[in-house]
């Protein structure tokens, strides 16, 4: 039986209890439910068949969801893919736990919970009780990626210090004991001067010191997972060393309990396993602490002071003091501190460490200035709007690292197999021993294959090699302006077939100008123009600012606008001095019964409109929206990729396919309402190929979370970016392509790294359980089992570091 509680949201009165604690009570294996109006509260005592899953699932039917939380805990001590597995089911059983997902690269794990069913703390104890230190991670991202580099360092120095001193006391084991096979003349002169049982005692020596020196730590780890009965990489480590040194110490020490011919020494097995091993560790760590440098560079982009006016005065304050609303004071040359609007100074500002664009961004006054981002040669002045976590840096460094905490659908094929991959070597090992025993040359020989088995079968580079270039792909991702808010976009995107583009502020550059008046009435071109601008003054949409541009640019004064009401879809209608103005849409024309056959417009890629004063046509007015300077070559790019491209408009059917033509998209859906999008997106997908949507408005969300994979271009709205997959963080579509582009290089540096881990494995133990022995007399050496071991994560994390270099369209 499992008690639950839950903290539920949305109740107002007796009936919302009566209702949850129905749907509640109904959800097969729940044996009692009490649900608490003015705690908000509900606890829940439930058995097979029941799940904490099915109980979420009922409240969210109901429209009362139970509140969620999520945590980060770094974990240290983790190794393998085993690991990684045992921790995930420690903190997976912790009550109220609805995901945990820990992650190998980053040390960490991201656990979402029920806030009333258990703490932080507690799930940072049910890490620890697996055998791995475990503990909240720290709020401020600049001192908890400081702490986590210092530790890698430290642990990479830790590391070489150990291999350092174990080559050391290894290398007369080495030489001593393998010189005697190798070198001509060697085995006589340790005969004919120290002699073989001296010999054997220095190398019992030596061979201690390694293992009780820097070889402890596999035994501190791994037999006490051992006896928990949940083995991992140290456990292997440890069995095999010790197995090779335990009969070493039978051979020296007592060789008349061995068979006759039976007693040799395999020290220089142990002492070099320990040495190699250690080797592999300190590079692997090497290569972790370049794997994080993405996030700790966008941190540093930061400065830690600004020049703030307070008082009068301007002085230098600390980042974490600014708040809204301070002035600050911008130099030439220096990082701008936060984000803000520019209130005074003209300069080019470098954002493309932030946007992935190259070149500089002209500021004045009114213009946005982001944290982080560099002024050129001129002064400014900027008001901050966003400070702490809100910034747009900040924001980023935490989509960043979310993407690269997220565990993908192929990470759970690795997860099933690494579930029973240790037991499985271990029991390898035993009927691998058994059998040389049997069928052998003898009881040495048995030992040797047994521990190369063990040696050989590392579930390291299985645990690595998915999260590794997960972390290092979305980290080159950020720098290229491309932010996978979900990581598991990056796998979605290989499904994709079909790319459906908003036009407008996607596809164009979402800032349309007056082109065209045909007048009809009575009334002349500033005359409608007077009537129109003033009516569109009161809405939001792009053709009201186009209209208005048109307006101030002729210098004419908007008279007063009463009763304005908006359309939705269609247009707008208000009264101008005493008459009755409509501007809209065709549609809009026809569903008022105006005829508008009167006006045309002439010419290709123009959004006509219609106006009527008091019931009849006066003009028509046309706007054009340019089209952006890098949508054709972004098309281009999506086409190369195999990719079919679509766009979705508003606009009328001839206007869209004008543009449409102009940069070489396949397929158009014109003339949609906005409330019309998500079915258009269903539409483009009927034939069963995924689909992603790219838009920039708050009316492209539906759109954006109903595709397979949402992609919201960075200069849009904030409803369009948090409901999106993937981010960009420039308005250049090219940015659609790089994502792709991005995402076939992280799915093939996953599927390099995959067949590798689960290759090397297929491959060598066999080897090293002596197959070849029989018909060739080759044997794999516990001491190349260890070296190969070693090299498999090396390479994997190796490989995963390529993507540092990566760019779309070429191969990584």
Not at 60 to 88: F, Q, W, Y
Not at 135 to 148: G, T, V
Not at 627 to 632: D, G, H, M, Q
Request: net charge negative; hydrophobic share 50%; glycine share 10%.
């Amino acid at each position: 039986m499992t008690d639950l509680t839950l903290n539920i949201q949305g109740m107002h009165c007796a009936s919302c209890v009566g209702r949850v604690e129905k749907t509640l009570r109904g959800v097969p294996g729940v044996r009692e439910a009490n649900v608490n109006l003015a705690t908000e509260q509900g606890r829940v005592s439930f058995d097979d068949p029941a799940t904490t899953d099915d109980i979420l699932a009922a409240l969210l039917k109901t429209g009362n969801p139970a509140s969620v939380e999520e945590v980060t805990l770094d974990i240290d001590g983790m190794h393998c893919a085993s690991c990684v597995g045992r921790v995930e089911k420690a903190l997976r059983a912790a009550p109220g736990v609805v995901e945990a997902n820990v992650n190998l690269a980053t040390e960490s794990a991201l656990v979402r919970y029920l806030p009333g069913a258990v703490t932080p703390q507690a799930l940072a104890g049910y890490g620890s009780d697996s055998g791995y230190k475990t503990k909240l991670r720290s709020s401020d991202d600049h001192s908890h990626h400081d702490h986590m580099a210092h530790t890698k360092a430290e642990d990479a120095a830790r590391l070489k210090r150990a291999t350092l001193l174990a080559a050391i006391l290894a290398l007369p084991v080495f030489v001593i004991e393998m010189g005697s096979h190798v070198i001509p003349g060697m085995h006589e002169l340790v005969m004919n001067t120290i002699g073989m049982q001296t010999s054997r005692i220095l190398q019992f020596a030596l061979t201690t010191i390694i293992l009780v020196g820097p070889g402890r730590e596999f035994y501190r780890i791994g037999i006490p997972a051992l006896l928990r009965a949940a083995p991992e990489m140290n456990s292997l480590v440890a069995l095999g060393t010790a197995a090779a040194y335990l009969y070493s110490v039978v051979a020296t020490f007592a060789p008349g309990v061995l068979p006759e011919g039976a007693a040799n020494v395999y020290f220089e097995s142990a002492a070099v396993i320990v040495v190699l091993i250690l080797l592999g560790r300190w590079l692997e760590a090497r290569a972790k602490g370049r794997t994080g440098a993405a996030i700790r560079k966008l941190i540093a982009l930061q400065p830690d002071t600004a020049r703030v006016e307070r008082d009068g005065k301007t002085i230098d304050r600390p980042i974490a003091e600014i708040v809204k609303g301070d002035m600050i004071h911008v130099r030439p040359g220096e990082r701008i501190a936060v984000d803000g609007a520019v209130v005074s100074g003209d300069s080019h500002v470098d954002e493309s460490m932030i946007s992935g664009e190259p070149l500089p961004v002209h500021k004045t006054e009114g213009d946005a200035v982001t944290g982080g981002t560099v002024n050129g040669a001129g002064a400014l002045v900027f008001r901050a709007t966003h400070v702490g976590a809100e910034t747009t840096l900040s924001r980023i460094v935490a989509m960043v690292e979310q993407a690269q905490g997220a565990k993908l659908p192929i990470q759970s094929v690795v997860d099933r197999i690494t579930a029973w991959f240790v037991p499985a070597v271990i029991a390898a090992a035993l009927l691998t021993l058994a059998a040389w025993l049997v069928f052998g040359p003898g009881g040495g020989h048995a030992i040797v294959v047994a521990v190369a088995v063990l040696i050989i079968a590392c579930p390291c580079a299985m645990g690595l090699a998915v999260p590794t270039s997960i972390m290092v792909g979305t980290g080159r991702a950020a720098e290229l302006g491309v932010l996978f808010r979900k990581g598991d976009a990056l796998q979605a995107l290989q499904g994709v077939g079909v790319v459906a583009l908003d036009k407008t502020g996607t596809v164009t550059e979402g800032r349309p100008e007056l082109t065209d008046i045909v007048v009809t009435g009575d009334l002349s071109e500033d005359e409608v123009l007077r009537f129109a601008a003033a009516v569109e003054g009161q809405s939001e949409h792009p053709v009201a600012h186009a209209l208005l541009r048109a307006a101030e640019a002729k210098g004419l004064e908007l008279p007063a606008v009463e009763g304005f009401r908006s359309i939705t879809g269609y247009g707008v209608e208000a009264s101008v001095e005493g008459r009755k103005v409509t501007v809209g849409a065709r549609r809009l024309m026809e569903r008022e019964g105006i005829d508008t056959t009167a006006a045309v417009i002439e010419g290709a890629g123009k959004t006509p409109l219609y106006v009527a004063v008091d019931g009849t046509l006066a003009a028509a007015v046309a706007v054009s929206d340019p089209v952006k300077s890098t949508s054709r070559a972004a098309i281009a790019a999506l086409h190369d990729m195999g990719l079919k491209v679509a766009m979705i408009t508003g606009d009328a059917q001839s206007t869209a396919e004008a543009i449409a033509a102009e940069v070489g998209i396949d397929k158009v859906v014109a003339e949609v309402l906005p409330d019309g999008k998500v079915a258009a997106v269903e539409a483009l997908r009927k034939d069963g190929a995924k689909l992603a949507f790219v838009g920039d408005g708050i009316n492209d969300a539906p759109a954006l979370a109903a595709a397979d994979v949402g992609i919201a271009i960075g200069t849009g709205t904030d409803v369009a970016i948090e409901t999106a997959d993937v981010v960009l963080m420039s308005g250049d579509l090219g940015g659609v392509a790089r994502a792709f582009g991005l995402s076939r290089a992280v799915m093939r540096n996953i599927h390099q790294n995959l067949a590798w881990a689960f290759g090397y494995n297929v491959a060598l133990i066999p080897v090293a359980a002596g197959v070849l022995y029989p018909a060739f007399g080759l044997q794999l050496s516990p001491m190349l089992a260890a070296g190969a071991m070693a090299l498999s994560s090396v390479f994997v994390l190796s490989n995963a570091l390529r993507l540092r270099r990566a760019n779309p369209g070429e191969t990584a």
